[in-house]
């Protein structure tokens, strides 16, 4: 077998540690991290053994490809000034698409890893579902066969499906991230401990193996009973946006479980 | 040590029978099961190794406690037909307090398990916090030495403090898991399985023991990336309730994040 293509990887937060790091694991040759502060830079380019740099004028032309793993906002800066058109690249953003490398690439496209990245969290990547998204043939066949090297589920998107891929991640992880934040608040207030909630958040995690979501809802909503809605409203008094949040979220439990049971 | 007390269970769904059968496992002996339908009082009858009824005319009167695990609703109606007064009797509900109970039980209160009950899921009773609300010290000394029985976790509360319990867990359970029913219903609609949603919420729930959820939480929002927020509001026009919702939560952790942070 050859040996690996070499990388740059554009980044230096939560994604392109995770990503950079699944890269090298699986012998892909880091040449280089670009970051935008030095001790975040130096940081991963020490953890993967390379050089670094926070000058986008100071890039490795060299690499076999190029990973933008920065936020959002800052993708189309670094592709203006990224001066290696005939080589790979592509960018990891879930919500910006392909057509943010306008007319300049040969060879790009959209590599979104559907996880939560955290630093100091170790996280097994071939877990990871990749979805791709690319300028052509011959990047789609490049991208998949880094891809299929770090990661069991590789899939092949356009920008519209890529997009409702990561709403629905945006529900399914902050979105309950936010629960729990909301959940922490009401507690702390009682001087009651967040842990003790675990049990309740471990269960419900669980049990998702066992059915779809919408069999598995327990609570005041599902079972319509209105009376207890309306209490628990009413104890939110002070927290105008959880009350919201509780009415809008306990609305559409009610609504979905009439449908699904036929009752009106 | 003596051998364990008897006891009447008064319902035959998810929560009467996930605590029968933790009481029962405490050496606690079973009298007898009151269920609404003949099916669901025989079932939870022959795990017990016990007798039925489906009439509270027929209630066993020589238990030693009483649990009623019934629908909100219905507690005061299988109260009133309780003809045992002078007896323990306690419900489970996290909402109805004990004022229910008004002033024919001498010895009742509220014995509420902090957990989600599903059929045919096995747990493990003693991580299920218990909270205990009772009508005087009799009741309390008792119930607390029953419930330290089953759980490792036992704590005395009042009606408030326990109606805010049940709130925090509407939102770390009940609705997020209602965020799980919308992931499934987003990604269901472009064919994609929820299942590849799978190692994100795992991930999400196992981030949960390295820090309060507020400094774990990711995505749009958090990064305050209002023009992606924007476009996924948009992309959710044909789904209005989807959309409120994400828009009032993705509001709430803007706000919540400012604060924390200090930028406003």
Known sequence: MDPRQSFVIIG????????????????????????????????????????????????????????????????????????????????????????????????????????????????DFHEVPLFIESSGPEAYEAMTEIAKNISRYVRPVDSALLEKIHIAAVFACNFTNHMYVIAEDLVNEIQVPFEILLPLIRETFLKLGSGPPASLQTGPAVRGDVKIIEKHRKSLENHPEYQKIYTFVSQNILELHKKNTGNE
Chains 1, 2 share one sequence.
């Not at 040759?29 to 940081?43: D, F, H, M």
């Open 12 to 123: 230096a937060g939560n994604v392109a540690s995770h990503l950079a790091g699944a890269l090298a694991s699986a012998a892909y040759r880091p040449l280089q991290v670009v970051g935008r502060s030095t001790s975040a830079a130096k940081e991963l380019a020490d953890t993967l053994d390379t050089t670094y740099t926070v000058s986008l004028n100071e890039i490795n032309t060299q690499a076999d490809f190029y990973v933008v793993a920065v936020n959002d906002d800052a993708i189309p800066k670094v592709l203006s000034g990224l001066k290696i058109n005939d080589k790979l690249v592509f960018h990891t953003s879930g919500s910006t698409g392909i057509s943010v490398f306008g007319n300049k690439f040969t060879r790009c496209g959209v590599f979104y890893p559907l996880q939560t990245f955290s630093k100091n969290r170790v996280l």
